[in-house]
């Protein structure tokens, strides 16, 4: 065969095997909520809430804590509330409930007191000067929901607004695992 | 119902017309064509003239339903508002994908036109008429995107009475708006040359007359090409605000990758035209020029490649991607079938001949060509293969275009002086010792401004070479033909490669040698930076029904205030930065006001990027254009080849 | 003739020599801020499509931003090693630069053996054009030359992916992370309720490094209580004493600790049998917030305290 025979063949399985790739990735990868610290133990975290109250992560050991990273302008962060307060109730009632702390990411303190004051939900709120909690967990978007055991181990990220009774399913689900 | 969205209905129909006009169009181009049959080929301007006149309506349709703010369609809905300003309204047309697919549409149909009118004498001849089918059945494609996936002329949800207008970045500057018409008038000026490629093939007729029909197509093509990539740079660095002006991602890689190839083709025509040679090569730099302006489009419009936009509204990526695989195995199977009648028998003796450093010239376009592709769509790869996400960013290609581009400037500086036909060492050694000291005494005066490490001074030294030998060539020229020496493709070509040594000099300085720092100001302190005093005069906040801004006024050096400012659009949710910059020729101070901003404090927090030579780019890029237009110009002398081509293929 | 050479010859020493001088000179140290932006350009900013964080004026760019600025300002870690902890915590996907190793370093390799094959390509059809008569090259040379070119474009692209490509050197690092207190700790925490002694030791390991890390004291004395509960009285004995002194440290060291304090109200009750100094202990804790699984512990304990002092 001429080179130009082979060179167009060539060229053809080059391009078939790139129009695969190509309709194969239809750019949905699932932006799932993965992330290189599940199953981790977490990132410390040392702040303090907007009350001046201090926190520290380490202490909060054999509790579940669920953490919420929250702005008060962002619109799927408002509309997650209603979920994130019922969940907070039913916690509360149990003898094992999860802490829910919301983390406030680029906002400031009275904006977060008045979102609370109008919306109730009555857990703390904790400052995070420059987002460097955000960056530790790598918190993409707010907002974002994680989940941590009482061993102080990363167990779930759930990305954007949580659906009502998402969190009550998942931290059931967590709960059996971590009892077996 | 029928009259309450007549806009919809008519929108539609004409475009379904002209779909019908284009595809029957094209029919009947091939089968004139295909039994060289001159009657049937007299009925393709009538389908032309209802094509375009189709495409012509169907934009001014809905332009006239964005100037009466007709919210009833789902694209007004979109990209329309009660409170942009006139031309931002009529340039919101094609601010989103359908209205670009129907701009592309437009423009197409324009240049099929034009085309027609300039084929008018010849157009029974089968190659034309190959040509204008190809041309055609792009075009009925195009109104068959329109009127399917991109269907502009969607009724929308009732009782929406104000939309939020188009995107926030693209209102900054009149400019901005006409940046893609511009990059359209160049991707789609591709498709005219590709046409022709494409019925030199099919008519068998390999002779090299198609190209000299298509020379200059191709040239003001790839002009438009370059102004409008050179004007998406601008935006970026006057606009965005991170002080640069090329970032490597997808959607600008999409428009330099046919820009590369394109560039391959318009250099190694010449050895076709002069020497009868590399004619594959040409009609596949062709071929991947115009299937890389589809290729990028779906990249681009299709969500692939931007998985934070995964949930793409339009369904027209498998439709361009199809429109892609067509073309590419229609262009394969004719390569291989027709591809040696297209060898030549010519050869190429020397290396240090003019087709020599073509030859050589384009195997590093190829080289870009691919680093370039192969980073755009890696992720996609990678994500097939491991369903992982990964990004190939700025510094990837960076490392690998740095050595790509120093080679390309010595080529530039080398070829010019090369001899056709025979070996010219003997000539490069004479004639390149005025080049040669012009860049080594560029090379001296960056290391007395300072300069330093072996890209940027490499990347001068070589400039200056290039830049000697391309000033030395129009210097000849000029002495022969006068005037005329600047006009025609060589010396138009000079002028041009002037320009993108200008570009390449500028880019690497400002690359190299910015100095940026983030300085808190206060009000009526001074603070130094780099041999600059900064000021801070004023916070101003504005606030409107969309936006709240904050700009704080700086006094640079004492001087004029200048207003870095950010915009926050709540309902978005977006934060837009607008830079503020002092220009002069020897370097930029640019000012950017960042996070977080305290009104009412006298204090801002803002970042001084100190950039050299960053005008020397917009003045590159205008030599580039007005040496593009030069070269479009006639000039006096043809080749005989030239003359011989004309008289046989009449 | 001889004039142009030497011509030549002075121009290309004079070029090698001020590239040489311009390449190796000292164009003063970086300061932090180039440190910064050198480093928030090989991260992609998580949330726009591969826009660096140095470009993106998104929030997590900025807090990106922000973290990279606070590690440069504390100059403890090197460039990669910030890349690497920002990796750590948004994954891979946030690299700019491609890895040089697995499936990524074929983003480095290929352009290399293109760029070896069309050199090669080049040099055959030249060599072809300037003696044609010498073409009938045996097909077998043809194919040991392909093979020939591939290698070297292979080996030269290995080259260049370890030259240029991401490196990580967290990734690399051996024992160093596993050893950190906080894994430790993690580690403890995990082997606690099923093997006391492990957990016991790994909380010693802690104190080596960190003899005043306050959960590490707490837990471990903790722990040695609840173990010792099965042995015989003096061992019981000897371990109240010791577990008493420290948690009476952890409490010195941190008074805030909720743990350690409900960890002694419980230890002196139910094993030193002093239920009135329990039970201050006991309510202190409970104003100190503890945890769910020590609440749960210490609020059984305050209704029998209370029970038993009602009495």
């Given at each position: 065969?001429?080179?130009?025979?082979?060179?167009?063949?060539?060229?053809?399985?080059?391009?078939?095997?790139?129009?695969?790739?190509?309709?194969?990735?239809?750019?949905?990868?699932?932006?799932?909520?993965?992330?290189?610290?599940?199953?981790?133990?977490?990132?410390?975290?040392?702040?303090?809430s907007i009350d001046d109250v201090p926190f520290e992560l380490g202490r909060r050991k054999g509790s579940w804590v669920v953490f919420n990273f929250f702005n008060s302008t962002c619109v799927p962060c408002i509309a997650e509330h209603p979920s994130l307060l019922r969940f907070a109730e039913d916690e509360a009632n149990r003898s094992d409930g999860a802490e829910v702390y919301t983390i406030v990411n680029d906002d400031s303190d009275g904006a977060v007191r008045a979102f609370f004051a109008a919306n109730s939900g009555d857990w703390p709120k904790l400052r995070d000067a420059d987002g460097a909690i955000a960056v530790a967990f790598g918190v993409a978007k707010v907002p974002e929901t994680w989940i941590i055991d009482p061993n102080g181990f990363v167990r779930l990220r759930i990305l954007g607004s949580v659906v009502d009774g998402v969190l009550e399913e998942q931290m059931a689900d967590l709960r059996a695992s971590q009892g077996e | 119902m029928l009259l309450a969205n007549a806009t919809a209905q008519l929108g539609r129909a004409i475009l379904l017309a002209g779909f019908l006009a284009a595809f029957f169009g094209a029919f009947a181009a091939a089968v004139g064509a295909r039994r060289n049959d001159a009657r049937t080929l007299r009925f393709v301007p009538q389908f032309v003239v209802v094509a375009t006149a189709m495409a012509i309506g169907a934009f001014a349709v809905m332009e006239w339903a964005m100037i009466t703010r007709d919210f009833s369609l789902a694209y007004v809905q979109k990209v329309g508002s009660r409170s942009t300003p006139a031309l931002y309204n009529f340039a919101a047309v094609w601010s989103a994908l359908e209205g670009s697919i129907l701009m592309w549409l437009l423009i197409l149909a324009g240049y099929v036109a034009a085309a027609m009118w300039w084929m008018?004498?010849?157009?029974?001849?089968?190659?034309?008429?190959?040509?204008?089918?190809?041309?055609?059945?792009?075009?009925?494609?195009?109104?068959?995107?329109?009127?399917?996936?991109a269907n502009p002329f969607v009724i929308g949800p009732p009782g929406v009475i104000d939309g939020p207008g188009p995107n926030p970045l693209l209102q900054n500057h009149i400019l901005v708006m006409f940046h893609p018409p511009i990059l359209y008038l160049g991707y789609v000026g591709m498709t005219v040359p590709f046409a022709f490629a494409i019925a030199a093939l099919l008519a068998g007729k390999v002779e090299d007359g198609w190209l000299h029909l298509t020379r200059r197509w191709t040239v003001a093509a790839w002009g438009f090409l370059t102004f409008g990539i050179a004007l998406g740079g601008w935006w970026s660095y006057e606009v965005l605000g991170w002080s640069g002006v090329w970032a490597w991602d997808p959607v600008e890689n999409a428009s330099l990758l046919p820009w590369i190839t394109g560039t391959a083709y318009i250099h190694s025509v010449m050895v076709q035209e002069r020497r009868g040679l590399l004619r594959v090569w040409n009609v596949s730099l062709l071929i991947a020029t115009f299937s890389l302006t589809i290729l990028g489009t779906f990249l681009t419009r299709s969500g692939v490649l931007n998985s934070v936009h995964a949930f793409s509204e339009s369904d027209i990526g498998p439709w361009l991607l199809v429109m892609f695989a067509v073309i590419v195995a229609v262009s394969l199977v004719l390569v291989f079938l027709r591809g040696d009648q297209l060898r030549a028998s010519g050869s190429i003796d020397s290396v240090f001949s003019r087709e020599g450093a073509f030859l050589v010239?384009?195997?590093?376009?190829?080289?870009?060509?691919?680093?370039?592709?192969?980073?755009?769509?890696?992720?996609?790869?990678?994500?097939?293969?491991?369903?992982?996400?990964?990004?190939?960013?700025?510094?990837?290609?960076?490392?690998?275009?740095?050595?790509?581009?120093?080679?390309?400037?010595?080529?530039?500086?080398?070829?010019?002086?090369?001899?056709?036909?025979?070996?010219?060492?003997?000539?490069?050694?004479?004639?390149?010792?005025?080049?040669?000291?012009?860049?080594?005494?560029?090379?001296?005066?960056?290391?007395?401004?300072?300069?330093?490490?072996?890209?940027?001074?490499?990347?001068?030294?070589?400039?200056?070479?290039?830049?000697?030998?391309?000033?030395?060539?129009?210097?000849?020229?000029?002495?022969?033909?006068?005037?005329?020496?600047?006009?025609?493709?060589?010396?138009?070509?000079?002028?041009?490669?002037?320009?993108?040594?200008?570009?390449?000099?500028?880019?690497?300085?400002?690359n190299s040698f910015t100095r940026s720092q983030e300085i808190d100001l206060v009000t009526g302190q001074v603070a130094r930076f780099a041999g600059h005093t900064f000021e801070l005069i004023d916070v101003v906040e504005e606030q409107d029904s969309r936006s709240t801004s904050v700009r704080a006024l700086v006094?640079?050096?004492?001087?004029?205030?200048?207003?870095?400012?950010?915009?926050?659009?709540?309902?978005?949710?977006?934060?837009?930065?607008?830079?503020?910059?002092?220009?002069?020729?020897?370097?930029?101070?640019?000012?950017?006001?960042?996070?977080?901003?305290?009104?009412?404090?006298?204090?801002?927090?803002?970042k001084v990027f100190i950039k050299p030579m960053i005008l020397w780019l917009w003045i590159g890029t205008f030599i580039m254009a007005f040496g593009t237009v030069l070269a479009i110009v006639p000039s006096r002398r043809r080749s005989v080849h030239e003359i011989r081509d004309e008289v046989v293929g009449r | 003739m001889t004039k142009r050479r030497l011509m030549w010859?002075?121009?290309?020493?004079?070029?090698?020599?001020?590239?040489?001088?311009?390449?190796?000179?000292?164009?003063?140290?970086?300061?932090?801020?180039?440190?910064?932006?050198?480093?928030?350009?090989?991260?992609?900013?998580?949330?726009?499509?591969?826009?660096?964080?140095?470009?993106?004026?998104?929030?997590?760019?900025?807090?990106?931003?922000?973290?990279?600025?606070r590690q440069v300002g504390d100059g403890v870690r090197t460039d990669d090693e910030i890349v690497a902890y920002i990796a750590e915590r948004f994954?891979?996907?946030?690299?700019?630069?491609?890895?040089?190793?697995?499936?990524?370093?074929?983003?480095?390799?290929?352009?290399?053996?293109?760029?070896?094959?069309?050199?090669?390509?080049?040099?055959?059809?030249?060599?072809?054009?300037?003696?044609?008569?010498?073409?009938?090259?045996?097909?077998?040379?043809?194919?040991?030359?392909?093979?020939?070119?591939?290698?070297?474009?292979?080996?030269?692209?290995?080259?260049?992916?370890?030259?240029?490509?991401?490196?990580?050197?967290?990734?690399?690092?051996?024992?160093?992370?596993?050893?950190?207190?906080?894994s430790l700790l993690a580690q403890a925490r995990l082997a606690g309720p099923t093997n006391v002694t492990a957990a016991i030791e790994l909380y010693g390991r802690v104190l080596e490094t960190d003899p005043d890390n306050v959960e590490a004291v707490t837990y471990r004395a903790w722990l040695i209580m609840l173990s010792a509960r099965q042995f015989d009285e003096s061992l019981r004995n000897q371990a109240f004493v010791s577990t008493i002194t420290a948690l009476g440290r952890a409490i010195e060291l941190d008074p805030t600790y909720p743990d350690a304090m409900c960890f002694l109200g419980i230890v002196v009750y139910r094993d030193g049998g002093d239920a009135k100094s329990a039970k201050e202990f006991v309510d202190r804790c409970l104003e100190r917030d503890p945890p769910a699984e020590v609440r749960g512990l210490v609020e059984a304990l305050a209704s029998e305290l209370n029970a038993e002092l009602g009495e």
């Amino acid at each position: 065969m001429k080179p130009t025979k082979v060179g167009v063949l060539g060229l053809a399985v080059v391009i078939a095997a790139f129009l695969v790739v190509l309709v194969l990735s239809d750019g949905d990868a699932g932006v799932g909520a993965r992330s290189p610290l599940l199953g981790e133990p977490a990132p410390s975290v040392v702040t303090t809430s907007i009350d001046d109250v201090p926190f520290e992560l380490g202490r909060r050991k054999g509790s579940w804590v669920v953490f919420n990273f929250f702005n008060s302008t962002c619109v799927p962060c408002i509309a997650e509330h209603p979920s994130l307060l019922r969940f907070a109730e039913d916690e509360a009632n149990r003898s094992d409930g999860a802490e829910v702390y919301t983390i406030v990411n680029d906002d400031s303190d009275g904006a977060v007191r008045a979102f609370f004051a109008a919306n109730s939900g009555d857990w703390p709120k904790l400052r995070d000067a420059d987002g460097a909690i955000a960056v530790a967990f790598g918190v993409a978007k707010v907002p974002e929901t994680w989940i941590i055991d009482p061993n102080g181990f990363v167990r779930l990220r759930i990305l954007g607004s949580v659906v009502d009774g998402v969190l009550e399913e998942q931290m059931a689900d967590l709960r059996a695992s971590q009892g077996e | 119902m029928l009259l309450a969205n007549a806009t919809a209905q008519l929108g539609r129909a004409i475009l379904l017309a002209g779909f019908l006009a284009a595809f029957f169009g094209a029919f009947a181009a091939a089968v004139g064509a295909r039994r060289n049959d001159a009657r049937t080929l007299r009925f393709v301007p009538q389908f032309v003239v209802v094509a375009t006149a189709m495409a012509i309506g169907a934009f001014a349709v809905m332009e006239w339903a964005m100037i009466t703010r007709d919210f009833s369609l789902a694209y007004v809905q979109k990209v329309g508002s009660r409170s942009t300003p006139a031309l931002y309204n009529f340039a919101a047309v094609w601010s989103a994908l359908e209205g670009s697919i129907l701009m592309w549409l437009l423009i197409l149909a324009g240049y099929v036109a034009a085309a027609m009118w300039w084929m008018r004498k010849r157009l029974a001849e089968p190659l034309v008429g190959w040509a204008m089918a190809v041309m055609l059945a792009v075009l009925a494609y195009f109104f068959l995107l329109s009127f399917g996936p991109a269907n502009p002329f969607v009724i929308g949800p009732p009782g929406v009475i104000d939309g939020p207008g188009p995107n926030p970045l693209l209102q900054n500057h009149i400019l901005v708006m006409f940046h893609p018409p511009i990059l359209y008038l160049g991707y789609v000026g591709m498709t005219v040359p590709f046409a022709f490629a494409i019925a030199a093939l099919l008519a068998g007729k390999v002779e090299d007359g198609w190209l000299h029909l298509t020379r200059r197509w191709t040239v003001a093509a790839w002009g438009f090409l370059t102004f409008g990539i050179a004007l998406g740079g601008w935006w970026s660095y006057e606009v965005l605000g991170w002080s640069g002006v090329w970032a490597w991602d997808p959607v600008e890689n999409a428009s330099l990758l046919p820009w590369i190839t394109g560039t391959a083709y318009i250099h190694s025509v010449m050895v076709q035209e002069r020497r009868g040679l590399l004619r594959v090569w040409n009609v596949s730099l062709l071929i991947a020029t115009f299937s890389l302006t589809i290729l990028g489009t779906f990249l681009t419009r299709s969500g692939v490649l931007n998985s934070v936009h995964a949930f793409s509204e339009s369904d027209i990526g498998p439709w361009l991607l199809v429109m892609f695989a067509v073309i590419v195995a229609v262009s394969l199977v004719l390569v291989f079938l027709r591809g040696d009648q297209l060898r030549a028998s010519g050869s190429i003796d020397s290396v240090f001949s003019r087709e020599g450093a073509f030859l050589v010239n384009n195997v590093l376009f190829a080289i870009f060509a691919f680093v370039v592709l192969l980073g755009t769509v890696f992720p996609l790869v990678v994500e097939a293969i491991q369903q992982r996400q990964l990004v190939v960013g700025e510094p990837f290609f960076d490392q690998l275009t740095i050595p790509i581009g120093l080679t390309m400037l010595f080529i530039m500086a080398v070829a010019p002086v090369l001899p056709w036909r025979r070996d010219g060492r003997e000539r490069m050694s004479q004639r390149l010792v005025v080049p040669a000291v012009v860049g080594v005494a560029a090379l001296a005066l960056a290391l007395i401004v300072g300069a330093s490490g072996l890209a940027p001074l490499m990347a001068f030294a070589l400039g200056g070479f290039a830049g000697g030998s391309a000033l030395q060539h129009l210097a000849r020229a000029v002495r022969v033909q006068q005037l005329r020496g600047f006009v025609g493709r060589a010396n138009g070509g000079m002028i041009v490669h002037v320009g993108v040594i200008l570009i390449c000099v500028a880019l690497a300085a400002s690359n190299s040698f910015t100095r940026s720092q983030e300085i808190d100001l206060v009000t009526g302190q001074v603070a130094r930076f780099a041999g600059h005093t900064f000021e801070l005069i004023d916070v101003v906040e504005e606030q409107d029904s969309r936006s709240t801004s904050v700009r704080a006024l700086v006094s640079v050096d004492g001087g004029k205030p200048y207003a870095p400012s950010i915009t926050k659009f709540t309902r978005i949710g977006m934060n837009v930065g607008t830079p503020s910059v002092r220009t002069s020729l020897t370097s930029d101070v640019y000012l950017t006001l960042e996070p977080p901003v305290r009104q009412d404090s006298g204090q801002a927090r803002i970042k001084v990027f100190i950039k050299p030579m960053i005008l020397w780019l917009w003045i590159g890029t205008f030599i580039m254009a007005f040496g593009t237009v030069l070269a479009i110009v006639p000039s006096r002398r043809r080749s005989v080849h030239e003359i011989r081509d004309e008289v046989v293929g009449r | 003739m001889t004039k142009r050479r030497l011509m030549w010859a002075l121009i290309i020493l004079l070029s090698i020599g001020m590239l040489a001088f311009g390449s190796l000179r000292d164009s003063g140290p970086l300061t932090q801020q180039d440190r910064i932006d050198v480093i928030t350009k090989r991260i992609a900013c998580p949330t726009c499509d591969g826009e660096s964080v140095f470009v993106s004026r998104a929030p997590s760019a900025q807090s990106i931003r922000a973290e990279v600025a606070r590690q440069v300002g504390d100059g403890v870690r090197t460039d990669d090693e910030i890349v690497a902890y920002i990796a750590e915590r948004f994954g891979g996907e946030v690299l700019l630069l491609p890895r040089a190793t697995g499936l990524d370093a074929l983003v480095w390799i290929l352009p290399a053996m293109v760029t070896v094959v069309l050199v090669a390509a080049l040099w055959l059809a030249f060599r072809r054009w300037r003696q044609p008569v010498v073409v009938a090259t045996s097909k077998r040379s043809l194919l040991v030359s392909f093979a020939i070119v591939c290698v070297v474009g292979l080996g030269g692209g290995v080259l260049v992916a370890r030259q240029a490509g991401q490196r990580l050197p967290l990734q690399t690092a051996t024992g160093g992370i596993e050893d950190s207190t906080a894994s430790l700790l993690a580690q403890a925490r995990l082997a606690g309720p099923t093997n006391v002694t492990a957990a016991i030791e790994l909380y010693g390991r802690v104190l080596e490094t960190d003899p005043d890390n306050v959960e590490a004291v707490t837990y471990r004395a903790w722990l040695i209580m609840l173990s010792a509960r099965q042995f015989d009285e003096s061992l019981r004995n000897q371990a109240f004493v010791s577990t008493i002194t420290a948690l009476g440290r952890a409490i010195e060291l941190d008074p805030t600790y909720p743990d350690a304090m409900c960890f002694l109200g419980i230890v002196v009750y139910r094993d030193g049998g002093d239920a009135k100094s329990a039970k201050e202990f006991v309510d202190r804790c409970l104003e100190r917030d503890p945890p769910a699984e020590v609440r749960g512990l210490v609020e059984a304990l305050a209704s029998e305290l209370n029970a038993e002092l009602g009495e």
